[in-house]
């Protein structure tokens, strides 16, 4: 059974900027694969190498293979539906199968508009993608389908079929991942020069943000051993030569006892390995007198979820923050010697230039080391979206990516929002260029925010951060292309009547019931007490419980 795992070749100038970043699902579906006995598997990075589709259709032309797997989230779905079509198109027998945030939601839409997908597995796709895969190789698929957990397909009488989703995986320490399955030398991490992963140390989040929707893909908080997740670590290090890696979790430090430990293990095995993660500030703060500690273990870049520089937006994306504290975790970071990096999310109805600037001189006074203007994204499957449906009329989703400007302000144009942000990018850096950077006294993160500043020139230069290849200057004019596909820009009276007008545009949000794994709120965790003998490297005397 030869499997062709292939990531779509999608760009939208965002965190790609710092590198190419090791799609984490490779990994950890394959090795799952091939734990289970499936030996022929080979990756294709479209998108690290910027493969257009007549080479993609070649690649798997050459390779023949039996199935095609690639994943989504929601901006590079068209692309994902591309490689089905392109699999299809090369050989009607192969079997193709589709796996990431957006399809789990919009499978109609998906199967709708891509009916060349056999099959989407929703949610968490290790066991899933075993199941099905079994099935496939038995030649038994059609006949079992029906009860193979967590996936979906078009069924014989030509309807979109779910099945009931998967439970989800209660030990992660029984994950497998194969990190050989990729060509290495093409993850490198900008700012320092080195290879870099993404790796996973927990799944889920126990908050519930209104703009996100991981806690609902994951449907619950779990994190692996320390021990098992640093074994991964030194593997990455001692036989890829990884310099820097990433942890692809949305909270990874609310289990406190977990993450000293790995820290702990870090700096035990001395692997001279550093890295970065994002986390939320309350966490920050609880751990104030441990931020040496997590220095010495290796932790370096800290991008904190901030998101917005009003108390009314904080409290509307269920943040549970406050102004006040999101600056003083931004200095106490600073203080402990690590990179603090502050987000905003912008370009939501109620914006004016004047909110713009606001946000700009607010960060301005908290002074971070970097600072991300993310335009605000709809994703269809978050609660915002709810709240905002009747205002999203563009369903390109394409461009719903972070820089680009999806709802329309009440007091002012897209393209304006996204001037404000280009120009608030401009000062922060500017200032940073010429008056801070040069001269940190820090030697480590002088380095790390040079190699950041080269990271953004390098790709300002190419005009490939934040898309702004679409930004012309015409008579002294600043023009700017938004770029939407208008055949995928709903009329007012289908945005009304969507479950009437394009059901397939409606998210099943009954993915991950209670019963399957799902639980919405983070009151019911009970953390054991946290024990401080585990630190043996601290230099405070004192250490607070969650």
């Known amino acids: 059974m030869k499997i062709l795992m292939l990531q779509p070749n999608y760009h939208s100038g965002g965190a790609e900027i710092a590198g190419n970043w090791t799609p984490s699902w490779v990994a950890y579906i394959g090795g799952a694969l091939k734990k289970a006995g499936f030996e022929q598997i080979r990756f294709v990075d479209a998108m690290a190498d910027d493969l257009p589709d007549e080479t993609i259709e070649e690649i798997i032309r050459q390779n023949q293979p039996d199935i095609v797997m690639t994943t989504n989230i929601t901006p590079s779905i068209f692309k994902a539906q591309d490689i089905m079509k392109l699999a299809k198109k090369v050989n009607p027998k192969i079997k193709t199968i589709m796996g990431g945030i957006h399809s789990t939601f919009m499978y109609p839409q998906v199967l709708s508009e891509a009916p060349e997908t056999d099959y989407v597995i929703r949610g968490e796709g290790e066991e899933v993608a075993v199941n099905l895969i079994k099935a496939i190789a038995a030649g038994t698929d059609l006949k ?13 009488e030509g309807k979109v079929h779910a099945t009931a989703a998967h439970p989800v995986i209660e030990d992660l320490d029984d994950l497998t991942p194969d990190w050989s399955l990729y060509d290495w030398d093409k993850y490198i991490y900008t700012p320092l020069n080195c290879r870099l992963a993404v790796p996973n140390f927990a799944r889920g989040c126990p908050f519930t943000c209104t703009f996100c929707s991981q806690w609902q893909f994951w449907r619950r908080y779990r994190a692996r051993s320390p021990k098992h997740f640093v074994d991964e670590i030194e593997v990455l290090v001692k036989k890829y030569n990884v310099g820097f890696f990433i942890l692809a979790d949305e909270e990874p430090t609310i289990n406190k006892q977990k993450f000293v430990s790995l820290c702990q293990e870090l ?30 273990a290796g932790l370096v870049h800290v991008s904190l979820g901030t998101e917005a520089a009003s108390q009314m937006n904080l409290n509307r994306f269920r943040k549970e923050t406050t102004i006040e ?41 908290w002074d971070p080391d970097m600072a991300n203007w993310t335009i605000y994204t709809p994703w269809p499957f978050s609660d915002l979206f709810k709240e905002l449906g009747d205002r999203v009329e563009v369903r390109d989703y394409s461009r719903y990516n972070f820089v680009s400007p999806i709802i329309k302000p009440d007091n002012m144009e897209r393209e304006d929002v996204l001037k404000g942000v280009l120009k608030s ?10 008056f801070s950077y040069p001269w940190i006294k820090d030697p480590y993160v002088r380095k790390y925010m040079l190699g950041c500043l080269k990271a953004f020139a390098q790709t300002t230069i190419t005009k490939r951060f934040y898309d702004i290849d679409r930004v012309k ?12 596909d208008k055949s995928r820009i709903l009329t ?12 397939e545009m409606i998210a099943d949000m009954s993915f991950g019931l209670k019963e399957a794994g799902y639980q919405r709120e983070h009151d019911e965790h009970d953390w054991d ?10 230099t405070s005397s004192t250490v607070r419980n969650c």
């Open 144 to 156: 079992d389908r029906e009860n193979i957990t967590g996936i979906a397909y078009i069924n014989d």
């Open 267 to 296: 700096i035990d095995r001395d692997l001279g390995v550093t890295w970065g993660i994002n986390t939320r500030v309350t966490d920050i703060m609880r751990d104030e007198d441990l931020l040496p500690f997590y220095r010495k």
């Open 325 to 365: 504290e999101n600056k003083y975790a931004i200095k106490l970071l600073q203080k402990n010697g690590i990179v603090a990096e502050a987000q905003f999310v912008m370009g939501l109805e109620h914006e004016t230039p004047q909110t713009i600037e606001e946000t700009y001189q607010l960060c301005k006074d």
């Open 425 to 434: 990018y401009g000062r922060f850096y500017a200032r940073k260029t010429f």
């Open 473 to 484: 200057t015409k008579n002294r004019k600043v023009e700017i292309d938004l770029g939407f």
């Open 492 to 503: 007012q009276e289908e945005v009304k009547n969507l479950k009437e007008k394009r059901p």
């Open 529 to 538: 007490e946290f024990d401080e003998s585990t630190i043996k490297d601290r």
